[in-house]
Each structure stands twice: as structure tokens, then as C-alpha cells.
């Protein structure tokens, strides 16, 4: 079984305050995504990487970054928290190509900036 | 309430491969479209599909409809990286408003 995990399921932090939120597959997924998850408005993509070191932005990057370094692993940095980024943050990974294109989700991270 | 879904939302092919993105769509309608977006660009359309079993061609771009299934699909052959994009489908609804599906990014790799 594909196992994605997050480091966190709960985190709360404060205004102005960097925060790391990591995710790890262990499937050798090349695809990895970060994504934020609101009432009311679906999953919205902030980034994906599909390769090693190589991102790409989502729709809603603004006051995010993310790091790939190794290929099981994909971070998400919020550099200054702020109230509007509370959300449940989730995780994602997928094979290349034809046969493996459904997601596999991380457990999400709930966090709430105070 | 029409609801219209695509899958897959995302998919990173090698150039040559051939692929499928699905539109279904909950409730009966007789027009959907497929539309293109480069990053940072507007929308740009494709297909217009106006009945069952309509199946229109540009380049290595095919898209068919099926009403009765209410499934669309958009058909990559051969695929090139020019061809990297999101491509959305919409369904127009009895309202003649284009309901959105959340669209399926692209990316094909040389």
C-alpha cells in the first residue's frame, strides 16, 4: 500500500511565525502535491513538484514555498504565518504517466494560525 | 444542480505516449466545450460539442462526446510538450451557464 504521511495532524502557531508542514511517500512517487482545503471551496492547489528540486506553482502560491530535495519527501513552508492561512494543508503523491494518475493523500495537517 | 468532474486533475507523461482526460457530468446537457490554459494566460478554446457521438480532431487532439453516458473525452495521441497546458471541460447547463470541471494539468515531458 501506498503510505503518504505528514508530519503533523494538528499544529498551531502564531502570527508572523515560519512553519514547516513535511510530507513523505514511500511508494517512489515522482509526482508530489500540497494543497489547501477550505469550506466551500474544494481543494485548491498551492504546489507540485514532479520531479526532484523542480516545482511548479498552483493556484494559490501566494505566501508559500516548497522544497524537494529528495524524491520521497516534499516541504511546505509558510515563511510568515497568517491568520488566512489556517486551512487543513494535504499532501499528495502519483506515478508518472498512464498507469498510476490517481492521487494518494496524506492525512492533512490542520493548522490554525493565532 | 449539474456537477461536472474530470479525471485525472493532474497526469506527467513522456512525449509520444498516448492518453485519456474523462469529463463526466451529472445531469443532462447538450453542449460542452474543452478549453485550453497556458500558465498565466487566459483560456483559449478547443472543442465545441453539440450532440451524441459528435468527435472533432485538431492535430493530436481528439474529443468525443457521449450523452448518454454523459462523458466526454479529450484523447492526447502521441503526445508532444507543446502540448503541455491545463485543459478544463465545461457543460453548459439549462441556464446556458458553463459549469466548470476542476480542470487536469499536463505536463508532457521531452
Known amino acids: 500500500d501506498v503510505k503518504v504521511t505528514q508530519s503533523s495532524r494538528y499544529l498551531v502557531k502564531r502570527t508572523g511565525e515560519k512553519v514547516f508542514l513535511e510530507c513523505v511517500q514511500d511508494m517512489d512517487h515522482e509526482n508530489m502535491f500540497w494543497y489547501r482545503q477550505d469550506p466551500g471551496l474544494g481543494l485548491r492547489l498551492i504546489y507540485f513538484s514532479y520531479d526532484v528540486k523542480m516545482k511548479e506553482k498552483g493556484d494559490i502560491p501566494e505566501g508559500y514555498s516548497v522544497s524537494r530535495e529528495k524524491k520521497e519527501r516534499f516541504s511546505l513552508i509558510l515563511e510568515s504565518a497568517s491568520t488566512n492561512q489556517t486551512s487543513m494543508y494535504l499532501c499528495a503523491s502519483t506515478l508518472d504517466g498512464t498507469s498510476g494518475r490517481e492521487q494518494y493523500f496524506g492525512p492533512g495537517t490542520r493548522l490554525t494560525v493565532t | 444542480e449539474l456537477k461536472v468532474e474530470q479525471n485525472p486533475l493532474f497526469l506527467s507523461m513522456q512525449e509520444g505516449k498516448n492518453y485519456t482526460i474523462y469529463c463526466n457530468y451529472s445531469?443532462?446537457?447538450?453542449?460542452l466545450y474543452w478549453y485550453r490554459q497556458d500558465p498565466g494566460k487566459s483560456l483559449e478554446s478547443l472543442f465545441v460539442l453539440l450532440s451524441n457521438g459528435a468527435v472533432k480532431q485538431e492535430g493530436r487532439l481528439m474529443a468525443s462526446l457521449d450523452t448518454k453516458a454523459r462523458l466526454s473525452t479529450l484523447h492526447i495521441t502521441a503526445a508532444v510538450h507543446d502540448l503541455s497546458a491545463t485543459y478544463f471541460c465545461?457543460?453548459?447547463?439549462?441556464?446556458?451557464?458553463?459549469?466548470w470541471g476542476a480542470g487536469t494539468k499536463l505536463i508532457i515531458k521531452p
Open positions: 465545461a457543460v453548459e447547463d439549462s441556464n446556458y451557464q458553463l459549469i
Open positions: 445531469t443532462t446537457s447538450d453542449r
